[in-house]
C-alpha cells in the first residue's frame, strides 16, 4: 500500500475503531447513599511476620445504617486507617441485611451466637430505650431499633459481638412472614402475642 491509500483508508477506520478507554483509577463508585449512617466500631494495628521482620497495617470494623431498617457491617485492611476506614464502609454497605422492626422494637426474643460471642435479645415496651453497650447499641441504633434489652452472655470481642448481632438479625422473622408461612391471617397471630 502506497501512503496516499493508507492515509485514505484511515477515516473510514477512524469510524469503525472503539472509543478510547477511559483512563484507569478506582473502578468502584461509592456505594453509601447520602442517608446512610456509618460508625466505626473498631480500629487495630494488626502485623503480618515477614522475612526481613513484620509489616504493620490496620484493620477497621464498621457499621452503617439508615435508621430505618436497613444495616450493615464491614472489615477494611490498608496501611493507613482512612483507607481502611473507607474500604470497611464500602464493604458494610454492600453487605447491608433488612431487620424486622415492629413499633421500634424486635418482634421476638432471639438468641445470637458466633464463635465465642452470645447476645441474648428482647422486646421492649415503648420508652425502655437501647439497653445495650458497645458495638451491640451501634448496631440496633443505626438499624432503627428504638426500645430492645439486650444481655451479653459471652465474649466482649467486637468482632464477635457484631456477628453474633448479625446472626440474631437473620434469625428475627416478622408477624407477617410467620402468619405466611403457617398459612394464617396476621391478625390472628397479633391477637394470640396480646392475650
Known sequence: MTTENKQAASPAEKKDKKPARAPRG?????????????????????????????????????????????????????????????????????????VPVEDGTIPHEVLGEFDAGKILFKPAAVGTG??????????????????????????????NVVKATFEAFRQMRSVDEVAQSRGVDSKSLRISKAK
Not at 48 to 71: E, T
Not at 73 to 93: C, F, H, M
Not at 149 to 159: D, E, Q, V, W
Open 26 to 98: 478506582n473502578k468502584r463508585q461509592e456505594t453509601s447513599a447520602p442517608d446512610v449512617e456509618e460508625r466505626v466500631v473498631a480500629v487495630n494495628r494488626v502485623a503480618k511476620v515477614v522475612k526481613g521482620g513484620r509489616r504493620f497495617s490496620f484493620s477497621a470494623l464498621v457499621i452503617v445504617g439508615d435508621q430505618k431498617g436497613k444495616v450493615g457491617y464491614g472489615l477494611g485492611k490498608a496501611k493507613e486507617v482512612p483507607d481502611a476506614i473507607r474500604k470497611a464502609s464500602q464493604e458494610a454497605a454492600k453487605k447491608m441485611i433488612t
Open 130 to 159: 437501647v439497653k445495650a453497650a458497645g458495638a451491640c447499641r451501634t448496631i440496633l441504633e443505626l438499624a432503627g431499633i428504638k426500645n430492645v434489652l439486650t444481655k451479653s452472655l459471652r465474649g466482649s470481642n467486637p468482632h
